[in-house]
């Protein structure tokens, strides 16, 4: 057991307190930005799939949350009072408007997103979150965005 390494006793020993807060802040940005591209790559499966199978009369929107524009474009957005917490996907479907926020699996809501849930829901709107990608087009053909599976239009 002597010889083996072990990466807190060695974090302790060689890197002064500091260090291991910079360390532990590289650590939350790299996962961070893991989650951002796992959902942007989901998001961009759902929209190429809202293309080939979206139902007649049926208006779609991705929502942008600043995350990969670049620095000029999130400055228009802070000026127009973003908020945060808005579901990634807009839609209207039959008149009505729908919103869905798409996680990962094992994702959790935050809590300005639990806050525009119910503000959605009591204006009337339906909100629904998704995790991962068959979850998400299951609630499309469920809400009855997208025709089934094998149905191209």
Do not use: C
């Not at 591209?37 to 979206?54: C, F, N, P, T």
């Not at 600043?66 to 996907?89: C, F, H, T, W, Y």
Request: glycine fraction near 8%; proline fraction near 5%; charge should be positive.
């Amino acid at each position: 057991e002597s010889g083996r390494f072990h990466m807190a006793t060695a974090t302790a020993r060689y890197f002064p307190p500091d260090s291991r807060e910079r360390i532990a802040e590289a650590q939350r940005k790299r996962w961070a930005n893991k989650r951002r591209a796992y959902q942007m790559g989901v998001m961009h499966a759902v929209i190429d799939e809202l293309q080939k199978r979206k139902r007649e009369g049926v208006f779609w929107y991705p929502v942008p949350d600043g995350q990969q524009m670049d620095p000029e474009s999130k400055n228009v957005i802070k000026l127009k009072d973003a908020r945060p917490g808005v579901p990634n996907l807009g839609l209207i479907i039959d008149g009505k408007t729908h919103f869905l926020q798409i996680k990962k699996e094992n994702g959790r809501l935050s809590q300005a997103q639990r806050e525009r849930r119910e503000e959605i829901e009591a204006a009337g709107g339906v909100w629904a979150v998704a995790k991962g990608l068959d979850a998400a087009l299951l609630q499309l053909e469920d809400w009855g965005a997208i025709n089934p599976a094998g149905q191209i239009t």
